[in-house]
């Protein structure tokens, strides 16, 4: 005889988990129709969302913005439960209002007329490498990159080449005008790169020249303004989890193997006068359960090392080859995020010292005799650093690649002077560069600046994790995000479902967003309910 009820069991806390645990409750679980259970193997529900605090002020140490407010499942949600106001004072609480200061290494700050050319050359290629824009002139651009897949570094960085062939024989001098000890056209490659490197968090692609061009243009936002959630981005996945009983949620079970049946299921097999149930889970400590549905909600990095990984196979027998060639192929990089907090001080210092800015950093690109010997490697790559809401005195960085799995493994103390280090070469010189000239401007910010303490997140040796968000890279595209999200065995009459898949990574469009997540646990409910008729 079957059994009374099919079990389905969640693999994962997260948005696409909690958003699923959420839709099947709501649309049969709670007229008892089939056992529900959501498994997570850390200790806290949320996944790569998880807000905190850090003096005083609610932070973001995962998922931080609602990437455009019109249309979004995220923003709806948060309107419908108040929470984007806050007395607590939050993170980007007022978005980017400031106007930024860019300043280049050897603390030149650079006049607007020096930044804004490459900025708006930047933008608009990457408006053309996202269809938001056409131009035959870009066109051309892409062709000449060549045959075959073309990372988008490839792109970026022929536009630029072509922006300079483009100059006239009087541009051209200015471009080899020495301004302080910076030549304009390093400057401008330099600027350049500041932009690639925004790119590489957006993206979470360590080096762009990883991430695919193609693939751009696939990409969906939301319109409308990026916003932060002023009660936190957990609000959102605990009122989801809200209407869920208690226990139906069971925290510290990591789920070490799946096994399944590829070529579905027999009813013969039964077990105390039930039918076995096709997949069992393999959970740390020893324990099993048995379930008719698994939803993998696992980030594509926990996939990675699982199917070609050398820590043992998560799934026995493995998954097919179509599953794990689209698992190896795309991309799931690290992104982290530095806060530092500001020391207090007195009210005499304070007239001596102007308000931290929102600081872009500009670096030299080349080994030459130019670079600040003690300035980190890993801070090179760094595109930002600012207070996180206006007059702040809690300062945000963002790191990706492997800059980003170095602040994880460093001391607070090395972070701390690398820091200090960086700032006090960006901010203690007395130089301003306004249209090649270097003119002399006080600047007494660097003598008042001192670190009370830091907190940076460690996504990339998480062993629950291990990354932050995927990308489609180089030789994938968005048909294996699409591969991501078959569930397995492939649907027939003869092989029911057992295994499928959410997450942020299997959303073709909106992948790397926690919409994209949401959207994903709703299509991987909406299944099992459809395949019931519920």
Known sequence: MPPKKPRIVIIGAGMAGITAANKLYKSAGSKDLFELCVVEGGTRIGGRINTSEFCGDRIEMGATWIHGIKGSPIHKIAQEINSLESEQPWECMDTFLEESVTIAEGGY?????????VSSL?????????????????????????PGNISLSSFLRKGLEVYWSSMNHKEEE?????????????????IFAMHENIQRTYTSAGDLQTLDYSAESEYIMFPGEEITIAKGYLSIIESLASVLPPGLIQLGRKVTKIEWHPDGHSPAAVENGHCIRPV??????????????????????VLKQGVC???????????????TEAISKLGFGVVNKLFLQLSPIHDQEIKNCIEFPNLQMVFHQSDDKFRHPNIPWWMRRTASLGPIYSKSRVLLSWFAG????ELESLNDEDILNGVSTTISNFLSHSNQLYNGDANSVEKSSAKCLDFAKILRSKWGNDPLFLGSYSYVAVGSSGDDLDTMAEPLPKPS???PLQILFAGEATHRTHYSTTHGAYFSGLREANRLLQHYKF
């Open 109 to 117: 700050e650079l006049n607007p007329s020096l930044v804004e050319p």
């Open 122 to 146: 930047f933008k608009k290629l990457m408006d053309f490498s996202q269809g938001k824009v056409v131009e035959d002139s870009l066109k051309l651009v892409a062709k000449s990159c060549g």
């Open 174 to 190: 200015k471009l080899a005008k020495t301004l302080g000890n910076w030549s304009k056209k390093g400057l401008q490659e330099a």
């Open 280 to 301: 069992k889970l393999h959970f740390q400590d020893g324990s099993t359960m048995s379930a008719d549905h698994v939803i993998v909600t696992v980030s594509l990095g």
């Open 309 to 323: 990984g050398d820590a043992g196979m998560l799934f026995s027998p493995p998954l097919p080859s179509f599953k």
């Open 402 to 405: 492997k800059e980003a799995l």
């Open 493 to 495: 009459n003869s092989s």
